[in-house]
């Protein structure tokens, strides 16, 4: 008892030399560890673009499977107790449709009496996976046809479409328009913002105005304005890229800002005047001893860019500017649910709109969480 | 201050030229013009068209003469008479559809600015006075869903749960009898009672964004040794935190106002467009897929000299706020 005030001072001077010896590296793993809401979403984010890369193995169905047989359908309720009151492994009843006599609309019940037992790595419709191999296998489904019966875990849209198929579909599009817009803004941010910030001057005067000039324009109606210009019979790839040049075009301004004001700071440090001294050429400096120092800020700056990314393109294709069906993207699915009865009929059409929200927190809590990383001396 | 006053005005005319033209040339972009896609809706209802009339029609509307003569007219035109062009879809002068709409756009961006500042300021300075508290945890969750929910999502919802939970349609305005009707009393409050919504809707996100700023740059001045001898001289706890860092504190709202208009400004458009609000977005959207060229150009130029003019404004405001701004 007595020597027990001893050893949290022996723990903190062993802690104190861990932190001395640390490299930056090891801080930064350190701090960003200690943001838990930044944690929990690069899991969320890493979950999401899994989803997205493997898109067509993981959805039970594909996105051109429209059927009448399940238009609007709700989603499946998922058993495992059958109404005999057994247990059995995960399970759906065959669902039937009626029409209600009076308006038409299709009301959907389940019959107990048949019984289909959800499989791991069942058949399902073929597709192409990555566009290579041709295979039906899917991550789960019934193993029976189609039209026979789904299971439908977010339910069905207006003709018919499975919309858990439709949104891990369209993140496919939408989580990678925001990297790539971000790509494009980061290039040209890095390349203009340091040449303003590097050589200063009239030519820094001359693109900080341009900046300021672009940013002076709302974004929103120049986006629509772009986007309305493009040709409606271009191919969907072709509208894709066109849409993130669009969006990096004002992108880049706020990466260039952030750059410049990197590069204006760090000209005046001790070991770029050093490097400079030593004979170090310009290239050289800027590549192996300024952009190695923010390139952890520039790493969450990215990050905090991405959701913006991704809510432009959101928006866009919303109202219809952005991209179109065929393509398959967040913003498609949530403008083709916009109306106020499937609001009040069908409410899981707007299961796009929460992958589109948690996306865009997890973005910005990881962005946070990187920013206060990225800078492990501080406080 | 008045000669800095001066020299920036000076400097926005050539920038508001300079947009004047790009607006020009984004609005020509499309393949086609106005009459091409006329054209088009007309074959798609199966109607036949004479190509005498579209040549009577190209020529009246100068959609035939080269582009810079196009934008000469058009800009020589506004400046002498005040004329904005004629809106090729709805046949009326350009100048009769704009002020309205943009008033009203204005009216919902700016109050949903100032409603956003008066709720963001207080809470901020109380989340950064008591860092890790439940309140300050509280409000920076309601602050990151604020900047993860766009407005028109948020519209979205609130039209779901008005249907849903309360049997309202949420939508417009106006009710449909004011629509048309000139402007009384009647119809301002009409408006009141239904411009709440949006405001609320697009006040939530410009809060969040203010909330940030004002608790992040209020963490960073509070541990600035000022702060310590002002509390070290005695002053009340509530003097030192709001007469000396809190100032310092706002001045970024005061310099970014101009791009958070800009901001609010894409978002009420969104917004709009979802609610079908008698603004600017919806009548901007058609005019744009319909290549009605003057109408959307003035649209975009008006909307952008509205962020040039709320930039001028920020930097007026920071010099005077902040005197350590002086006027170079």
Known sequence: MTNQPKIPVDEEAKIEEKIAVATPATMMWWKFRKHKAAVISTVFLVFMYLLAIFCEFVSPSVPDATSARYMSAPPSTIRLVDVEGKWHAPFVYLTEMSRDPVTRRAIYTENTEVRYPIKLFSTGPAYKFWGLWETDIHLFGLGVADEEQRVMLLGADRVGRDMLTMTVYGARISLSIGLIGVALSLGMGIVIGGISGFYGGAIDNFIQRVIEFIRSIPHIPLWMALSAALPLEWPVLKVYFAISMILSLTGWTSMARTVRGRFLAMREEDFILSARLTGSSEGRIILVHMVPSFLSYIIAILTLAVPYMILSETSLSFIGLGLRAPAVSWGVLLAEAQNVRSIALTPWVFWPAVAVISTVLAFNFLGDGLRDAADPYAR | ?328
């Open chain 2, 1 to 328: 201050m008045l000669g800095y006053i001066l020299r920036r005005v000076a400097i926005m005319i050539p920038t508001l030229f300079v947009i004047s033209i790009m607006t020009f040339i984004i609005i020509q972009l499309p393949p086609g013009d106005f009459l091409t896609s006329y054209a088009a809706s007309l074959r798609a209802q199966g109607e036949v068209i004479d190509e005498d009339e579209m040549e009577v029609m190209r020529e009246r509307y100068g959609l035939n003469q080269p582009i810079y003569v196009q934008y000469a007219k058009w800009i020589w035109g506004i400046m002498t008479r005040g004329d904005w062009g004629q809106s090729m879809s709805l046949q009326v002068p350009v100048k009769d559809l704009i002020w309205q709409r943009m008033a009203l756009s204005m009216v919902l961006s700016v109050v949903s600015l100032i409603v956003g500042w008066f709720i963001a300021i207080p809470l901020g300075v109380y989340s950064a006075t008591h860092q890790y508290s439940l309140v300050d945890y509280i409000v920076t969750f309601i602050s990151f869903m604020g900047i993860g929910t766009p407005s028109f999502l948020l519209g979205l919802v609130v039209m779901y749960v008005a249907m849903n939970y309360m049997g309202l349609t949420v939508g417009g305005l106006f009710s449909s009898q004011y629509i048309m009707a000139p402007w009384s009393w009647d119809k301002v409050i009409d408006l009141a009672k239904h411009i709440w919504i949006p405001i609320a809707i697009l006040a939530f996100n410009g809060t969040a964004g203010g909330l940030r700023t004002t608790r992040a740059n209020l963490l960073d001045e509070l541990n600035k040794p000022y702060v310590e001898t002002a509390r070290s001289k005695g002053l009340k706890e509530g003097r030192v935190i709001w007469k000396y860092p809190v100032r310092v504190a706002l001045n970024p709202f005061f310099s970014t106002v101009g791009w958070e208009l800009a901001n609010l400004i894409g978002g009420a458009t969104l917004l709009s467009i979802v609610l079908n609000l008698q603004t600017e977005g919806p009548m901007l959207l058609n005019a744009l897929t319909a290549q009605d060229m003057y109408l959307a150009g003035s649209f975009l130029f008006l909307l952008s000299a509205i962020t040039v003019v709320g930039t001028l404004v920020s930097d007026i405001l920071l010099a005077w706020v902040d005197p350590r701004i002086r006027m170079t």
